[in-house]
């Protein structure tokens, strides 16, 4: 009787690992499939429209319309969280299927971009930026400048007078590196490269701790024009 009770409990000993086993097994592949099926870490994508004349435009994602990316001539969204990877980005009419212009945007996780709509040909009607959202110094702003404008054909510089130049040669659809600059009202001055004649007058009020981008746009000399987009 000592022998079979004894026989009885080693089955049920052995039995109990089994089964604690067994749920083990089953919570660490729980595990992996609950890491498997994580949400797609995330770039962030500003969206801006610097083609004047154009209709508002929406931009699609692989094929996909982006929330909260419509923007009409010299709007721009907020940052839109953009699963990271390789992306076709098109820009479309709002309300229509016309597809204006087609690019590939490559896109690392938590780092963040701008994408502008520029018109013209399909190939060539937008252009894009990585941007740098790393705040200045105490008491200082950062910006840096956009050439957008169909007016424009030559490289351009943009300074604060014509013998303090913070960027220069900027060819068209190029973004400049960001500059460090007081944080204070200041006028910036649009130039032909290498020349000390004014273009344009582009004023703002830069505020410390503030990242700008500052775009010039416009079809024609008679409507160029620029726009102060705060990142941050």
């Known amino acids: 009787m000592k022998k079979f009770k004894n026989t009885l409990v080693f089955k049920y000993l052995f039995l109990f690992v089994v089964i604690a086993v067994a749920a083990l097994s089953s919570?660490?592949?729980?595990?992996?499939?609950?890491?498997?099926?994580?949400?797609?870490?995330?770039?962030?994508?500003?969206?801006?429209?610097?083609?004047?004349?154009?209709?508002?435009?929406?931009?699609?994602?692989?094929n996909?319309?982006?929330?909260?990316?419509?923007?009409?001539?010299?709007?721009s969204s907020g940052y839109i969280a953009v699963p990271a990877g390789n992306?076709?980005?098109?820009?479309?009419?709002?309300?229509?299927?016309?597809?204006?212009?087609?690019t590939t945007l490559s896109l690392q996780a938590g780092q963040y971009y701008s994408v502008y709509y520029t018109g013209g040909s399909s190939t060539t009607a937008s252009t894009s930026s990585s941007d740098d959202l790393t705040a200045?110094?105490?008491?200082?702003?950062?910006?840096r400048f956009v050439n957008l404008s169909a007016a424009i054909t030559g490289a351009v510089d943009f300074g604060t007078s014509a013998t303090?130049?913070?960027?220069?040669?900027?060819s068209a659809k190029a973004t400049s590196a960001y500059n460090t600059v007081t944080a204070t009202a200041t006028t910036f001055y649009l130039y032909a490269a290498g020349s000390a004649t004014v273009s344009l007058n582009i004023n703002t009020?830069?505020?410390?701790?503030k990242i700008y981008t500052v775009y010039v746009s416009g079809a024609t000399t008679a409507t160029l024009t620029y726009k102060v987009v705060a990142q941050n």
Do not use: R, W
């Not at 992996?32 to 797609?40: F, G, I, K, L, W």
């Not at 992306?87 to 087609?102: I, R």
């Not at 303090?164 to 900027?170: C, D, P, R």
């Open 164 to 170: 303090s130049k913070l960027v220069t040669n900027l």
């Open 136 to 143: 200045p110094a105490t008491g200082m702003a950062k910006v």
């Open 205 to 209: 009020t830069l505020q410390a701790g």
């Open 64 to 75: 996909a319309d982006l929330s909260g990316s419509t923007v009409a001539y010299t709007q």
């Open 27 to 62: 919570c660490k592949k729980d595990d992996t499939v609950a890491a498997n099926t994580s949400t797609t870490a995330s770039a962030y994508l500003m969206i801006t429209n610097a083609a004047e004349g154009s209709a508002s435009q929406d931009l699609l994602i692989d």
């Open 87 to 102: 992306h076709t980005a098109q820009f479309v009419t709002t309300g229509t299927t016309t597809v204006n212009s087609t």
